[in-house]
């Protein structure tokens, strides 16, 4: 069981920058390769980037490629995705989730945490 708590998310203009935090409960952690996803309103829910278990292998949407990075620190049970160069269109809910493998389909992943809002202004 893994159990998962974003934080991190507000308002900031475009152009600027946010780094989304996920904490994670649970001795398991470390085994599971972690994804962030988002859900604008009226839009499916998607994967924006996913690390695997030891961090050795990451995943980028071309959305967000060269814009975001997702990093881990299996020490401190914590999986980030730093957000620079936002735009309008990035605004969202993000949610991290937990998958026992690198999975880019949304229904492969087990845990998800609740969401953390991101808004960008223009």
């Known amino acids: 069981q893994v159990q998962l708590v974003e934080s991190g998310g507000g308002l900031v203009q475009a152009g600027g920058s946010l780094r989304l935090s996920c904490a994670a409960s649970?001795?398991?952690?470390?085994?599971?390769?972690m994804g962030w996803f988002r859900q604008a309103p009226g839009k499916e829910r998607e994967l924006t980037a996913a690390?695997?278990?030891?961090?050795?292998?990451?995943y980028y949407a071309d959305s967000v490629k060269g814009r975001f990075t997702i990093s881990r620190d299996n020490a401190k049970n914590t999986v980030y995705l730093q957000m620079n160069s936002l735009k309008p269109e990035d605004t969202a809910i993000y949610y991290c989730a937990a998958a026992k493998t690198l999975r880019v389909l949304r229904v492969e992943y087990e845990y998800w945490g609740q969401g953390t809002q991101v808004t960008v202004s223009s």
């Open positions: 649970g001795r398991t952690f470390s085994t599971y390769a």
């Open positions: 690390i695997s278990w030891n961090g050795g292998g990451t």
